[in-house]
């Protein structure tokens, strides 16, 4: 008979990160683990709150069913002597088994013991299973506590346990605790225990308990909490899923309530205002219809307080102070320029080997101002941006709140009578700043953006430092993919290897500038085809493209995507094959080939002159197309070469014995090779 199963872990409040990762791994591992086992089980819940993590597992069978078992035993050889009588090995095999000798099997040579023993019990199998998903869970969290003297840890100190199959309490112990059939609700709204009289009825138990197990449900309510309040309140919040999925993580009981902020914090930028209530309070902020930040906030608390007021007291209080020293700071950096900040750079240490923050400012400074004419901006008001772009990291609001570096010098440089310009440089240059982020809007803000990646990217590589499988502190990773998009999604064009030999020819620290190059260049190139795999290039069409050397990533982009498009003509394949075939021709005559046009009087087959005259044909559409950018149409170009090329190979003998013949032959091919080789290598392709 099948039943739902519950098995429930009770403890302290969980820090919100780990919450439903644990939850969902532990009800992976109890699902797996059944299953591993032949136990049939139903749809699988993962349930958590700050002080539960729990699985809920419909129809699971209350027995595996009967197992085979098989043992391979000693080869007959080595189990029988010439008599034909059982050896110590076949005996003791036997033993092992439980059954004599006669009773085991022959087959291909061997002793085998063949049997069907009965399923064990899904209670029997439960500790076992249980007991694995505990270490996957510790492998989630490698620092845990330890609470008695058990020795038994976990990320927080266990209280209780309660497991379930059906109505009947399941066989699990741990932490000191011996599974039970309660659980417990709020912790002050139904503190009390809840025996559960089976399995089925926890969500629904809880939830009369002023619990709501169910993560995803509890985010729901949340996110139309905040929703109503802040509509109630003239707007509409800002709700980032990262917040929205902590705040659940940290109630079990969802009440939001709204604050005020007072008037004179308005004075600061809104950017201040969304950290200190989002960041460091985890409350929602709230904007109108027209993008203002309006003198409220949204808090949910994990209570339903019998006097709303004195909560949204208790966190008014609480984000004033926060508030009061941001205003502080924002008034006395004000006091000075943001050019006032340069100086103290130098005492700040970007890398050991390649100096202070300043030193790096200088280096981003120059490639910036030979950056901006080929990415269409001013060349004074990127280098002005350049220089202090970095000034902010001085000031004391962003030594308080680093998130808000480069934003803060924005709005600095614009108090300090900076252009415009230059200050929305400033205040973009870190962008993007994560995956899906955008890119800087103004072309000066591009410029300063792209010179700090690839300072920091040449830098470090150059200090022999790039990063590993499992660190990368200096964000290389995401310095490299910043880079990247910003040339991909603003459609500019770089020869991006080149700028990166220019930017570590600028580093302080001696290297083999040519190497690091290298290096260097195949950390972005990897990059790169994560990017466009993201768009649909598949590995085999980037390393095609990839072959021609092309270090332009907006013309690498479209050359993989014109590619793609070629894969579909039904062209594509034959003639794919077809230069494969010739490149490995040309490869084994090497020397051979000759350094010029085939001659026509040389032909002797009717297919060398029709493969010569469809390459002639075929060379001016494909120069036009080239010409203009135009990949697609340059690859369609060649799909009418696919029947004299195979022609070509079916009646030609291209090593004849004859060594002008060959020559001439060679060069067709060489002709061929040219043709196929102008957008990427066809060669590559297996389409």
Excluded at 60 to 88: C, H, I, M, W, Y
Excluded at 374 to 398: F, I, N, Y
Excluded at 497 to 525: H, K, N, Y
Excluded at 650 to 656: E, W
Aim: proline fraction near 5%.
């Amino acid at each position: 008979m099948s039943q739902d199963l519950l098995i429930e872990i009770g403890c302290e409040d969980l820090p919100a990160r780990h919450v439903r990762p644990l939850a969902e791994c532990l009800a992976q591992a109890v699902a797996e683990g059944l299953s591993a086992r032949g136990v049939a089980v139903g749809a699988t819940r993962a349930l958590a709150t700050p002080r539960r993590l729990a699985v809920l597992v419909a129809e699971v069978a209350a027995e595996q069913p009967a197992q085979e078992r098989s043992r391979k035993g000693p080869s007959l050889k080595a189990a029988f002597d010439d008599a034909g009588q059982p050896t110590k090995a076949a005996e003791g095999f036997a033993r092992s088994c439980g059954v004599t000798v006669d009773a085991l099997l022959r087959e291909d040579d061997y002793l085998v013991y063949r049997a069907t023993e009965p399923g064990r019990s899904t209670a029997e199998l439960l500790p076992e299973v249980f007991e694995e998903a505990l270490r996957a869970m510790d492998a989630l969290v490698p620092r845990r506590m330890r609470w008695d003297a058990s020795g038994e840890s976990f990320v927080r100190p266990v209280r209780w346990l309660c497991a379930l199959h059906g109505e009947t309490v399941a066989p699990l112990a741990a932490f000191g605790l011996q599974a039970g059939r309660e659980t417990y609700g709020h912790r002050f709204h139904a503190p009390a225990a809840i025996a559960l009289a089976r399995a089925g009825d926890y969500v629904a138990a809880l939830e009369g308990a002023s619990v709501v197990a169910d993560m995803d449900a509890r985010r729901d309510t949340v996110r139309s909490q905040v929703e109503a309040a802040a509509k109630a309140a003239g707007g509409s919040a800002r709700i980032t899923e990262d917040l929205l999925e902590e705040v659940t993580a940290l109630i079990e009981w969802p009440v939001a309530v709204t604050g005020r902020i007072e008037a004179e914090y308005m004075a600061l930028p809104p950017e201040v205002i969304v950290t200190t209530v989002e960041t460091n309070q985890r409350y929602f902020t709230v904007f109108d219809g027209n993008g203002a930040l309006l003198p409220v906030f949204i808090t949910v608390a994990n209570i339903a307080s019998s006097d709303p007021q004195q909560v949204v007291d208790g966190n008014e209080r609480v984000v004033r102070p926060r508030l009061a020293d941001a205003l502080f700071f924002w008034e006395q950096d004000r006091r000075q320029p943001l050019a006032d900040f340069l100086p103290k750079l130098a005492q700040a240490t970007f890398q050991k080997d390649l100096g202070s923050i300043r030193d790096k400012a200088a280096r981003v400074t120059e490639l910036a101002r030979q950056l901006a004419a080929p990415m269409g901006a001013d060349p004074g008001t990127c280098a002005r941006a350049a220089e202090l772009c970095k000034a902010d990291l001085a000031t004391q609001m962003v030594f308080e709140f680093t998130e808000l570096q480069g934003v803060m010098g924005g709005y600095y440089a614009r108090a300090s009578g900076e252009d415009e310009a230059v200050a929305a440089a400033i205040a973009e240059h870190y962008a993007p700043t994560g995956a899906g982020a955008p890119i800087p809007a103004t072309a000066a803000g591009r410029v300063v953006a792209l010179a700090d990646k690839l300072d920091s990217l040449a830098g470090i590589f150059a200090a022999g430092q790039p990063p590993t499988a499992s660190k990368d502190p200096f964000a290389l990773r995401r310095a490299a993919i910043g880079a990247l998009r910003i040339l991909l999604d603003g459609g500019l064009r770089l020869n991006l290897r080149a700028w990166l030999d220019t930017a570590i020819s600028a580093q302080p620290v001696r290297c083999d500038a040519a190497q690091v190059g290298e290096q260097l260049w195949q950390f972005v190139s990897e990059r790169l085809r994560g990017l466009l795999a993201e768009r649909g290039i598949s590995r085999e069409v980037f390393d095609a493209v990839a072959a021609m050397g092309i270090s332009d990533p907006v013309d690498f982009a479209a050359r993989a995507e014109a590619v793609v498009a070629f894969s579909s003509l039904p062209e594509a394949e034959q003639l794919a094959a077809a230069h494969k075939r010739a490149r490995n021709i040309l490869r084994q005559a090497g020397d051979e080939v000759p350094a010029k046009e085939p001659e026509s009087a040389r032909f002797v087959e009717p297919a060398e002159g029709a493969l010569a005259e469809a390459l002639a044909r075929q060379s001016a559409e494909h120069e036009t197309a080239l010409a203009a950018g135009e990949y697609t149409q340059a690859l369609r170009a060649l799909a009418p070469l696919q029947t004299p090329v195979d022609a070509f190979f079916d009646a030609v003998m291209v090593n004849a014995d004859d060594a002008a013949l060959r020559a001439n032959r060679l060069a067709l091919l060489a002709a061929l090779d040219r043709s196929c080789r102008r957008v990427a290598d066809l060669s590559q392709l297996s389409v």
